[in-house]
């Protein structure tokens, strides 16, 4: 089944604590991002990647780091998180940029 | 910058009657992609549609449609005869020519509740 897979799907951690969310997927695809939800903000990309150990940031990248080693994996890392990174995330990918992106379920962090 | 508008934060309708979501956009370019992405209660993101600058034919698919208009830079959404199902929130998004259409930006998403 062609799919994105995000792990954790939910994670309460404290400020300092560095973490990683996961993000894996099937479809052989080129294009791969990070979006962060927020209530009244919508969807805001974090980092996109075009292949591997090609990624460049979005419009809210401040506090992330990113890395494509694998085509198929793409990890959302937090190096010291803070309240303001609670969110819900979302991972997504696409054949190409301009293609429909396919998302992964979702990671809910909490920040204490 | 590329920006999208999603001015409709929240719409109630009871089922069968017809509803707008409306998306408003903003870029310097010729050249861009405009989704929509569908989020019901379960929390995933659904891809709807698709649309590029050069082609502002309608779209219809069953009950939904889409309105391209670039002479008010507006792309819509309209759900004839509504049912309880579509209830979700509804994001509107671009990406442009000038980015090499990596960067998408979504509106702040149209949360639309149906009841029988």
Known sequence: EAQVTQNPRYLITVTGKKLTVTCSQNMNHEYMSWYRQDPGLGLRQIYYSMNVEVTDKGDVPEGYKVSRKEKRNFPLILESPSPNQTSLYFCASSPHATGELFFGEGSRLTVL | ?116
Request: aromatic share 16%.
């Open chain 2, 1 to 116: 910058a590329q920006k999208v508008t999603q001015a409709q934060t929240e719409i109630s309708v009871v089922e069968k009657e017809d509803v707008t979501l409306d998306c408003v956009y903003e870029t310097r370019d010729t050249t861009y992609y405009l989704f929509w992405y569908k989020q019901p209660p379960s929390g995933e993101l659904v891809f709807l549609i698709r649309r590029n600058s050069f082609d502002e034919q309608n779209e219809i698919s069953g009950r939904y449609s889409w309105n391209f208009q670039k002479s008010t830079s507006s792309f819509n959404f309209t759900i004839t005869a509504s049912q309880v199902v579509d209830s979700a929130v509804y994001f509107c998004a671009l990406s442009e020519w000038g980015t090499g259409f990596q960067k998408l930006v979504f509106g702040t998403g149209t949360r639309l509740l149906v009841s029988p």
